[in-house]
């Protein structure tokens, strides 16, 4: 049985990921995978994502793998990376695209008439460098990593939920907006840990161990 399987469908940073647990989590099996019967067996899952949400959400039903990640997030430690977090959600505005709505609310294209700073800075969209991630929640991944850390992000679109109890931290891009997520045994994160040096290990590795009641 695998510890972590990393979901392959075609739109991920995988290696990155793959490198970092291995890293920061010796001793146990991390495995990439396309194959659902993995996934369903893996103690843990992660589900990353780069690129589009209609090109994520297609090749994930088309390569069989939708079902598998919907019973994980219902059943397992789960962690979402960038457009696995988006995905949770409802639907997307990018595409006009379902999500597999796990969570309530919809993924938002950054308005290009809010991105001014108060000093009159214009804000380029794909938001992308560091920013600080603040903690709106305790939480087990949040262990040994400061309130206001830096975290790495790219990316053009955020998730609007209209359930704040689920908000487990936000950044500021001008304005404050949902960059972390936490429910029962899934945490998702718009930011990448994998990019984001001893923060980001930090939670991968705390990831690792989390074992939440289910």
């Known amino acids: ?41 893996a103690r843990r899952v992660v589900v990353p994502g780069q690129g589009a949400m209609p090109n994520c959400m297609y090749e994930l039903k088309t390569r069989g793998l939708q079902d598998a990640v919907v ?51 214009k804000l380029k969209v794909p938001h992308m460098g560091w920013n600080q991630v603040y903690q709106a929640i305790g939480h087990p991944l949040w262990e040994g990593i400061p309130k206001d850390a830096r975290f790495y992000f790219v990316h053009s679109y955020y998730v609007d939920t209209p359930n704040t109890t689920v908000i487990a931290a936000q950044s500021n891009y001008p304005f404050p907006f949902t960059c972390a997520v936490a429910k029962d045994n899934i945490f998702a994160v718009q930011f990448h840990p994998e990019k984001s040096h001893i923060a980001g290990l930090t939670l991968l590795r705390n990831f690792a161990k989390w074992t939440p009641c289910i």
């Open 1 to 41: 049985m695998t510890d972590i399987a990393i979901v392959d469908y075609g739109m991920g940073n995988l290696r990155s990921v793959h490198k970092a647990l291995e890293h920061v989590a010796p001793g146990i099996s991390v495995a990439v995978t396309s194959d659902p019967s993995v996934v369903d067996k």
């Open 71 to 121: 019973q994980a997030t219902r059943s397992k430690p789960f962690l979402g990376i960038c457009i696995g977090l988006q995905m949770l959600f409802e639907e997307s505005e990018e595409g006009h695209v379902k999500g597999l709505g796990i969570l309530p609310g919809k993924v938002v294209h950054f308005d290009a008439k809010a991105m001014t700073t108060p000093e009159g800075l």
